[in-house]
Nanobody, 120 residues
Framework: QVQLVESGGGLVQPGGSLKLSCAVSGNIAHTYAMGWYRQAPGKQRELVAS???????AYADSVKGRFTISRDNAKNTVYLQMNSLKPEDTAVYYCKGELSDRYYVRRVYWGQGTQVTVSS
């Protein structure tokens, strides 16, 4: 069974940094695009950053220059390095992956989310 498991969230002061990880486990045939989303209380889930299978990246305007998405295909892991964090970055962060399983069925998977709180 394919699973995405996020880690690395926590409480950090404004201006601080955190690095989130999303590990993909299970019998996977191929990993396509991966992304990080976030959802703050009372708000819709929004795309933060994405990375294609070829390594092309895209970012929300609100995080450009502060966040960096990367992937390690050998470890089936995607990262989100978050620097210069602001209180408005506070949210539950979710990992999303487009994967094909051992039967080569391609579908979208979501992780369970990890809380990031930016506060002094």
């Amino acid at each position: 069974q394919v699973q995405l498991v996020e880690s690395g969230g926590g409480l950090v002061q404004p201006g601080g940094s955190l690095k989130l990880s999303c590990a993909v486990s299970g019998n996977i045939a191929h990993t396509y695009a991966m992304g990080w989303y976030r959802q703050a209380p009372g708000k819709q889930r929004e795309l933060v950053a994405s990375i294609t299978g070829g390594g092309s990246t895209a970012y929300a305007d609100s995080v450009k220059g502060r966040f960096t998405i990367s992937r390690d295909n050998a470890k089936n892991t995607v990262y989100l390095q978050m620097n210069s964090l602001k209180p408005e970055d506070t949210a539950v962060y979710y990992c999303k992956g487009e994967l094909s399983d051992r039967y080569y069925v391609r579908r979208v998977y979501w992780g369970q989310g990890t809380q990031v709180t930016v506060s002094s």
